[in-house]
């Protein structure tokens, strides 16, 4: 009898958990018999005949001997043919082709030939070996760079079986692999390419400074997706654990580039109304998946057209923009995806798109206005910081020079504003409630401006809490401790469109 050991892990959420590979060949057996037990899915039943062949095809052979290979802790169910390296590792150290391997945590789907094929979360494998104490990691070479970025493990990444065999019969001939922080940087499009819309573009600073959440309405071609896809060049770069986090869940969903380390710039994620559910917070079949709102974790979620997405769907986003998670719950497992995100809207004010318009006449009726204003709940405007309108720029504003605000001037005033908010523990959209009046305090002007405002608008405790917030982000890129009513007013015109269309 031959029992062998190796390691590996398996994810779920972002996280990483260790799985013990126990091999046993027995006598009496022949090669036919190949059992895996430990709670395995079909792509990990399936490896007896991608291992078997990657074994001869590199010319290690395969034994005579039944094989028994126990997935442990076997109360936890495992998925994925990353199981096949360690698998097959188990079945040559049970051979005495080399010794032992508890050192080590492998993972890596194998092809027919024995080359090893990239997984998903070889970044949170990282991680879990760390926290563990196992101090080298065998991962497929294309997800040695984002494993590699995790310190106090060696990583080495592998092309083929034979690779990872030679690592440990002839360990001084491969060096560990380099990680790769920076990645270039993408470039983003100018803010002083666009022309007129100068409320908007404060407005937009404004929320990047703060972290809130915005929504954009306007008739169609006045440049909301225009000026939402330049928000992603005035956001400061993320710092190393944001990074760390966000590639965590990036390499989880399979979406990582190849060959990249950290991600560097904050995502910007724009689903089509068309998405699912799962798509858009997260599931899916066997162990959930991170979904739109997690990928876009530590960035932007932008919703173009916001009203043709499915109330259903719109629905889900309260508890992420609320709470900056999202908890998915299934029979034997309940998992957290990270989800602390700036939610951006664009909407047409009406179905035609040209209610309100100075130029075009709208044809749609009040009822029709109603309905489609009606698809975005109150409960899920609350949660919508800034409300701007982006009106059509007139021609001379368009044939104009602009007003020559780049994006680089933007992006400083943003990262001095969070500076400001990072000696204070919190960024301004996630200040607690039980801070709120230290972080906001008011002369009296400024509480007789809000108090006009909370009662003209009619606005809800939670839309007074965030349009103190508003106030002190605006106060911060001002430079000015306290808020002032000036700030105050500034933040009240930006819940102006509550009365307007959401009456």
Known sequence: MALFRTRSAAVYGIDAHIIDVEVDMAQGGSSRDFITVGMPDT??????????????NSGFGYPTRSVTINLAPANIRKEGAGFDLPMAMGILGAMGIFKKSEHHLMVGELSLDGLIRPVRGALSMAVCARKMGIPNVVVPEENAAEAAVVEGVNVYGVRHLGEAVNLFTQPDRMPPARPVYNLPQQNHLDFADVR???????????????????????????????LARRLAGILPPLNFVEALETTQIHSVAGVLPKGAGLLNDRPFRSPHHTVSDAGLIGGGSGTPRPGEVSLAHNGVLFLDELPEFNRNVLELLRQPVEEGSVS????????????????????????????????????????????????????????????????????????????????????????????????????????????????????DSGERTLEMAVRKLSLSARSHDRLLKVARTIADLAGQSQVAAKHIAEAVQYRSLDREYWK
């Open 43 to 56: 792509a990990i039943r399936e490896s007896r005949e991608r291992i078997k062949s990657a074994l001869l």
């Open 196 to 226: 007129g819309q100068t409320i908007a573009k404060r407005a937009l600073e404004v929320a990047a400074a703060g972290g809130h959440n915005l929504l954009m309405i306007g008739p169609p071609g006045s440049g909301k997706t225009m």
């Open 328 to 443: 998915l719950a299934r029979t034997n497992m309940t998992l957290t995806f990270p989800a602390n995100i700036m939610l951006m809207g664009a909407m047409n004010p009406c179905p035609c798109g040209y209610y309100g318009d100075r130029t075009k006449e709208c044809r749609c009726t009040g009822s029709q206005i109603q309905r489609y204003i009606g698809k975005i709940s109150g409960p899920l405007l609350d949660r919508i910081d800034i409300h701007i309108e982006v009106p059509a720029v007139d021609y001379k504003e368009l044939r104009g020079q602009g007003d020559g605000v780049s994006s680089t001037a933007m992006r400083e005033r943003v990262e001095a504003a969070r500076a400001t908010q990072d000696e204070r523990g919190h960024l301004n959209s996630r200040i607690p409630s039980a801070q709120l009046r230290k972080h906001c305090q008011l002369d």
